[in-house]
């Protein structure tokens, strides 16, 4: 079955400090990987995506992910996290030819302390 | 440019009762895809229109129906409310069937009473 974990439902990281948040994915073909954020009452902004090519891809507002396939992974991280980037994190994952049908995550809410 | 929006931004309704929300895609996009997103949880795929059609389904019942209209706007429209149909419906467009990424509006928060 297609489906995608993030473990962590809640993380609380100190301003300044590195993030990492966790996505795993079941999928059956080559799969196209994409995360949101969501702030309270908002839709979901993109902040970045991967196709194909190198594996660690840079996004928006400082974040980057990478994608290891060995452990159907996609990882986002920061070096350093700002008050402002505390919201809901979404891990999505879709085929190319059914664009509009990705399967997300749980999500994880990410708290940060100042 | 435009992007996705949403009408309305929130709506009440009873058990039982008809809904109809409405989504305009961004500028130049012509695929709009719709999503339910309950509390605590990650968006799930409704249905997708193109060229005015329905093209994928997810798991949703009959009661879910959608149309897309000339100009690429669209509604979804829900009918004999349940309780569990409260959520955050979400539109995404897209330019062609099967391009990535999608592109979110805001959202219509639905409480049914």
Do not use: M
Not at chain 2, 12 to 17: E, L, N, P, W, Y
Not at chain 2, 21 to 36: A, E, F, I, M, N
């Amino acid at each position: 079955a297609q489906s995608v974990t993030q473990p962590d439902i809640h993380i609380t990281v100190s301003e300044g400090a590195s993030l990492e948040l966790r996505c795993n994915y079941s999928y059956g073909a080559t799969p196209y990987l994409f995360w949101y954020v969501q702030s309270p009452g908002q839709g979901l902004q993109l902040l970045l995506k991967y196709f194909s090519g190198d594996t660690l891809v840079q996004g928006i507002k400082g974040f980057e992910a990478e994608f290891k396939r060995s452990q159907s992974s996609f990882n986002l991280r920061k070096p350093s996290v700002h008050w402002s980037d505390a919201a809901e994190y979404f891990c999505a994952v879709g085929p190319y030819n059914q664009g509009g049908k990705l399967i997300f995550g749980q999500g994880t809410e990410l708290s940060v302390k100042p | 440019d435009a992007g996705v929006t949403q009408s309305p931004t929130h709506l009440i309704k009873t058990r039982g009762q008809q809904v109809t929300l409405r989504c305009s895609p961004k500028s130049g996009h012509d695929t709009v895809s719709w999503y339910q997103q309950a509390l605590g949880q990650g968006p799930q795929f409704i249905f997708q229109y193109y060229e005015e059609e329905e093209r994928q389904r997810g798991n949703f019942p009959d009661r879910f129906s959608g149309h897309q209209f000339p100009n690429y706007s669209s509604e979804l429209n829900v009918n004999a409310l349940l309780l569990g149909d409260s959520a955050l419906y979400l539109c995404a467009s897209s330019l062609g069937q099967g391009v990535l990424p999608l592109h979110f509006g805001n959202g219509t928060r639905l409480t049914v009473t």
